[in-house]
């Protein structure tokens, strides 16, 4: 379905066209992360007055500015990407030395937040010149938006993307178990599978997950992480399309790790079924997810060093 904006743009116009433009600025601007009505106003109004635009994909912007009803001619599109950020930079300079307003796009959301950008600003603000930011769409904010996952501390950590290779994955996931606060990940879809196994290992920390998010299948849907393979597993198109994920923090997954600790102490003086009542009792936890937990610590108690059974 082709939508007009045509009535976005007099309205960018009316809100931001009375408003202050510098020349020789760099403008961070956000751009949709699915939905093209998420642009803002002022985003819109700027895009079809700045000189120049720098984007991550030429192909990507040139898109996303015909589905806005902007048309520009594609020698005024500058690419500025991650392979050539540090170079690209420097044309950027000259376009704003020459007085040129210049905006910035990534192919979706805020500009530097795990994307290109962050050198392109850095290398404006050293040479002396504004770099201004038009904020709007993130799947950052987005995300932890709708999982609730603050409670009274709303302090996050940003992870983005985790390694590629299964072993650098995995210990980035388990530096993570050790995070109290929440974790914002984001996954691409051929890697959804791998990075499902590797938080695995997190067990019933409570994980938010945005597939699609904005967009006409989107989805939010909160559950262990133990058990994300199993929910992808459930239905193909749930491995599709970008994600965007929130481990939750400590706060809403202790009882179960103080359970286990207790566990511990609790199984070396009395019988496993009387543990797993006490423990699960005192912390809260499941008491089948404890009880499993038993069974693992009473079989690997009754291993020795060789993985052999002890003489008892």
Same mark, same amino acid.
């Given at each position: 379905? #082709?939508? !007009?904006?045509?009535?976005?743009?007099?309205?960018?116009?009316?809100?931001?066209?009375?408003?202050?433009?510098?020349?020789?600025?760099?403008?961070?601007?956000?751009?949709? @992360?699915?939905?093209? /009505?998420?642009?803002?106003?002022?985003?819109?109004?700027?895009?079809?007055? *700045?000189? @120049? @635009?720098?984007?991550?994909?030429?192909?990507?912007?040139?898109?996303?500015?015909?589905?806005?009803?902007?048309?520009? =001619? !594609?020698?005024?599109?500058?690419?500025?990407?991650?392979?050539?950020?540090?170079?690209?930079?420097?044309?950027?300079? +000259?376009?704003?030395?020459? %007085?040129?307003?210049?905006?910035?796009?990534?192919?979706?959301?805020?500009? /530097?937040?795990?994307?290109?950008?962050?050198?392109?600003?850095?290398?404006?603000?050293?040479?002396?010149? +504004?770099?201004?930011?038009?904020?709007?769409?993130?799947?950052?904010?987005?995300?932890?938006? *709708?999982?609730?996952? %603050?409670?009274?501390?709303?302090?996050? *950590?940003?992870?983005?993307?985790?390694?590629?290779?299964?072993?650098?994955?995995?210990?980035?996931?388990?530096?993570?178990?050790?995070?109290?606060? /929440?974790?914002?990940?984001?996954?691409? =879809?051929?890697?959804?599978?791998?990075?499902?196994?590797?938080?695995?290992?997190?067990?019933?920390?409570?994980? #938010? *997950?945005? +597939?699609?998010?904005?967009?006409?299948?989107?989805?939010?849907?909160?559950? =262990?992480?133990?058990?994300?393979?199993?929910? &992808?597993?459930?239905?193909?198109?749930?491995?599709?399309?970008?994600?965007? &994920?929130?481990?939750?923090?400590?706060?809403?997954?202790?009882?179960?790790?103080?359970?286990? #600790?207790?566990?511990?102490?609790?199984?070396?003086?009395?019988?496993?079924?009387?543990?797993?009542?006490?423990?699960?009792?005192? !912390? %809260?936890?499941?008491?089948?997810?404890?009880?499993?937990?038993?069974?693992?610590?009473?079989?690997?108690?009754?291993?020795?060093?060789?993985?052999?059974?002890?003489?008892?």
């Amino acid at each position: 379905m #082709t939508v !007009s904006f045509a009535l976005a743009q007099a309205a960018a116009r009316e809100a931001a066209g009375g408003q202050h433009y510098p020349q020789g600025t760099l403008y961070m601007v956000a751009t949709p @992360i699915g939905n093209l /009505a998420d642009v803002s106003l002022r985003a819109l109004h700027l895009l079809g007055l *700045v000189d @120049i @635009i720098a984007c991550e994909d030429t192909r990507q912007a040139l898109g996303l500015l015909r589905g806005l009803g902007l048309e520009r =001619p !594609s020698g005024g599109l500058v690419a500025v990407h991650q392979h050539n950020e540090a170079e690209a930079a420097q044309q950027v300079l +000259r376009h704003l030395a020459a %007085g040129a307003r210049v905006a910035y796009l990534s192919d979706a959301g805020t500009p /530097a937040v795990s994307d290109p950008g962050a050198r392109l600003a850095s290398a404006a603000r050293a040479a002396g010149y +504004r770099v201004l930011p038009l904020p709007g769409a993130s799947s950052v904010t987005a995300v932890l938006s *709708v999982a609730g996952a %603050g409670g009274a501390d709303p302090a996050f *950590v940003f992870a983005g993307f985790l390694p590629a290779k299964s072993g650098e994955r995995a210990a980035a996931v388990q530096a993570l178990g050790q995070e109290p606060r /929440a974790v914002v990940l984001l996954e691409a =879809p051929h890697r959804m599978a791998d990075l499902a196994q590797a938080l695995s290992a997190l067990g019933e920390r409570p994980l #938010t *997950v945005g +597939r699609e998010l904005t967009k006409q299948f989107e989805q939010v849907h909160t559950l =262990p992480c133990n058990a994300l393979t199993g929910w &992808l597993a459930e239905d193909a198109q749930r491995s599709r399309g970008e994600f965007a &994920l929130v481990l939750h923090p400590w706060a809403l997954a202790r009882p179960v790790e103080d359970g286990q #600790t207790l566990l511990r102490l609790l199984l070396a003086e009395l019988p496993l079924k009387t543990a797993v009542r006490i423990a699960a009792e005192a !912390s %809260g936890g499941s008491r089948n997810t404890l009880y499993e937990a038993a069974l693992q610590i009473k079989q690997l108690g009754a291993l020795g060093p060789s993985g052999e059974e002890t003489q008892g």
